[in-house]
């Protein structure tokens, strides 16, 4: 296995890539600068800049990659544009290279409560919006998918168990984004992540479940 991970420097990809490399899967990277890239993630991590607006980078990346993990995400900015672009455009790109190269599976942070139109986040240039409408391209796509939705992200792990649960079920509650990452990367090992939304918080009262109960109890 090779993954090519995107949104690698960001919080949750910096995790990404900590998992996969923790796990002796061989790592690529798109990235927009190298330097960054360089100072950020594991030296073991090959690195290709690239862009999610530049289909033609994502082709060249996935080149000898078969699966795909994407943690990217538009920041607050003063572009409107920015979660149509990231979230939504760059997403499509990133499925159709994907599709073109015969990517085994696609893994993808999305968020909760995006099918929450009057959500607070959506007053950020309908981020959940997009991001909804991203989710809808892939499963429609005909790739073999896992969509990763968490709540609230903590940069800080904790001891707390992982809650996973189906589509449109979760409406509150927090993640650390290691917990983020160790849900993407073991949606690649278990046959019952497959074709999925999954819904995670953490709760330090929920019960410890394997990986393979927490996937398969959802529908």
Not at 25 to 49: D, G, H, W, Y
Not at 70 to 95: E, F, R
Not at 99 to 122: A, D, Q, R, T
Not at 183 to 191: D, G, K, Q, S
Request: aromatic letters at 6%; one cysteine or more; hydrophobic letters at 40%.
């Amino acid at each position: 296995m090779k993954a090519l991970v995107v949104g690698a420097t960001g919080q949750t990809g910096r995790a990404i890539v900590k998992q996969l490399t923790e796990k002796n899967i061989a790592v690529k990277a798109l990235v927009r600068n190298l330097e960054t890239a360089q100072e950020i993630l594991p030296p073991e991590t090959e690195l290709v800049v690239g862009d999610v607006l530049k289909p033609e980078s994502i082709e060249r990346a996935l080149t000898d990659c078969n699966v795909l993990l994407c943690a990217t995400g538009a920041k607050p900015s003063l572009n409107p544009t920015g979660p149509y672009q990231i979230d939504y455009l760059g997403t499509k790109n990133l499925v159709n290279a994907a599709k073109n190269k015969g990517i085994e599976h696609f893994v993808i942070v999305s968020s909760l409560c995006v099918s929450k139109f009057f959500h607070p986040l959506n007053l950020f240039w309908l981020i959940l919006v997009w991001k909804k409408q991203a989710e809808e391209y892939i499963q429609a796509s005909g790739l073999t998918y896992t969509i990763v939705r968490p709540g609230g992200l903590k940069n800080e792990d904790n001891l707390d168990q992982i809650v996973m649960s189906s589509a449109d079920t979760l409406f509150d509650g927090s993640i650390p984004r290691p917990k983020v990452a160790q849900v993407c990367v073991e949606a690649l090992f278990e046959p019952t992540a497959k074709n999925k939304i999954v819904e995670i918080v953490a709760k330090p009262d929920a019960q410890p479940q394997s990986w393979s109960e927490l996937f398969s109890q959802v529908v």
